[in-house]
DNA sequence: GCTTGACTTCAACATAAGTTGAAGGCCGAG
DNA sequence: CTCGGCCTTCAACTTATGTTGAAGTCAAGC
């Protein structure tokens, strides 16, 4: 009998592949896989392989990250998507984010349009309240 | 007759004044002078004194970093600013920030419309291309 | 005019997000 | 079955964004 657990075949993709797909430099494959962000099985050499969602959440997390997403907060996301995920799991990852950057827009939109209309701008006599930026 | 330049009378605050105005550390009130952030005349015994518009420009800052902008590109939009900015200024700023933050969430958006419209999700063959990021 | 608290600079530390290089191991093409 | 290329880990380095602490200076109240 066979002991050790076989790699599901779809997980087929090197380092390389995947970061090449990406975009990416392959150390921050490594980087990405040790953060959370993709999952990789091991050979019996102990070489990753990934499969095709590995390169996909990689560019999905460069774009968040520059509506100032954290690797972590992408991270807590993506752990939310099975294993070979459905198009509706997508879905509900991709609104979560767009939730997350609209919302801080929305705050900085909302700072700012305070700011002006208060007439005082940037007066000492503190009416305006910067937005609670609760990390937690 | 006097050699040095007086400091505008405006520029009372110190950086304690700041950091509690702004609700941050002292230490980042003198980073973000380091930084270009803020501005500071010095007192005849070398003391940095600000006035209202730093701690306000410290408020906008924070909020703008939560949509994923540098200390840097903030800077370079807060370096258009003019020495005790007029309404006006202040509204051209807020339009950059703004601007930038949709521009953000909607590249997001695409990529993530893209991807979910196009059924493959996330096979490898290409046809998504990941938003050039242009930094600079 | 002294004391005390806030100020100064500078260097070290911390965390996030990676990159680079060394030392060695895996694997597929010939 | 060997060779070259990609793989492994680990530690050190980098940049961004700050914080902390040491050593010394300034300034405001008593």
Chains 1, 2 share one sequence.
């Not at 392959?26 to 999952?39: C, D, K, M, N, W």
């Not at 807590?76 to 070979?84: A, I, K, Q, R, S």
């Not at 767009?98 to 209309?117: H, K, P, V």
Request: glycine fraction near 6%; charged fraction near 25%.
């Amino acid at each position: 009998m066979s002991i050790a657990a076989q790699i599901p075949a779809r997980f087929t993709l090197t380092v390389k592949d995947v970061a090449t797909e990406a975009g990416v430099a392959p150390s921050a494959v490594r980087f990405y896989e040790q953060h959370g962000l993709i999952t990789a099985h091991r050979t019996a050499g102990d070489q990753r392989r990934f499969d095709d969602s590995a390169a996909c959440r990689i560019k999905v997390a460069k774009v968040a990250q520059r509506v100032g997403l954290t690797v972590r907060e992408i991270a807590d996301v993506f752990v939310t998507l099975p294993d070979d995920p459905e198009p509706q799991d997508w879905q509900r990852v991709a609104a979560v984010l767009i939730d997350e950057a609209e919302a801080r827009t929305a705050a900085l939109q909302a700072y700012l349009g305070e700011m002006l209309s208060g007439g005082r701008l940037c007066e000492i006599d503190d009416r305006i309240e910067v937005p609670n930026q609760g990390r937690g």
